[in-house]
């Protein structure tokens, strides 16, 4: 079967802009997760989808970041006025069972 | 909030040979510590997992043993191949919130 996809899998854009970063889970895995993972660290914890409700979002680091599951299956990453400081690889992942999470192969960002 | 301290960083072992990779937790109440594998431009990959109620789990070559007292698990490859090289990471969790360690850099040398 189909695991977590991403895409793109890489995003170059300019500093200030909008980009939107799409995740497609496992087919029926109701929890979806975002992740921030920069060069040589581990997986950050960004937001937490349970059905279309965020659940957790105590770890998006300031309101330019946004996430939707609006349906419940796909969701979108939102970054507005993008800064370099916002580059690094968005991860998500999603799970049927509680804490067996499944990861996507990431899209790169990089802010220019 | 929950911390995972995970070392060494990067370790190089011999094909064939054992590798060992430790990690602690801070929060007692986390009960689910899953280790990753992750290949360049990949995203990590679930290789195996142990829940607080078992001590020790095994598949083929990886193993995983949890110490709940000293708050502590740690991931046994043996038989180690070059196929084996990448960079792993161990979790802890409390229900869905998982937090990560910092990543060791594993080189199986031929």
């Known amino acids: 079967g189909a695991g977590v996809s991403q895409t793109p899998s890489n995003k170059v854009t300019e500093k200030g802009k909008y980009v939107e970063l799409r995740c497609d889970p496992i087919?029926?895995?109701?929890?979806l997760y975002w992740y921030r993972q920069s060069l040589g660290q581990g997986p950050e914890f960004l937001i937490y989808?349970?059905?279309?409700?965020?659940?957790?979002d105590s770890g998006l680091p300031n309101d330019r970041f946004f996430a939707v599951r609006p349906e419940g299956s796909v969701s979108t990453l939102k970054i507005q006025r993008t800064e370099r400081g916002d580059s690094a690889v968005y991860l998500c992942?999603?799970?049927?069972?509680?804490?067996?999470?499944?990861f996507g192969p990431g899209t790169r960002l990089t802010v220019l | 909030g929950e911390n995972v301290e995970q070392h060494p960083s990067t370790l190089s072992v011999q094909e064939g040979d054992s590798a060992v990779i430790k990690c602690t937790y801070s929060?007692?109440?986390?009960?689910?510590f899953p280790w990753y594998k992750q290949e360049l431009g990949k995203g990590p990959q679930l290789i195996i997992d142990?829940?607080?109620?078992?001590g020790e789990k095994k598949d083929q070559r990886i193993a995983v043993t949890l110490n709940k007292t000293a708050k502590h698990f740690s991931l046994h490859i043996t038989e180690t191949q070059p196929e084996d090289s990448a960079v792993y990471f161990c979790?802890?969790?409390?229900?869905?919130?998982?937090?990560f360690g910092a990543g060791t850099r594993l080189t199986v040398k031929p």
């Open positions: 142990i829940r607080s109620n078992v």
């Open positions: 989808f349970q059905g279309t409700g965020a659940a957790d």
């Open positions: 087919s029926g895995h109701t929890a």
């Open positions: 992942a999603s799970s049927l069972i509680v804490g067996e999470q499944f």
């Open positions: 979790a802890a969790s409390i229900a869905n919130d998982m937090r």
């Open positions: 929060d007692s109440a986390s009960n689910y």
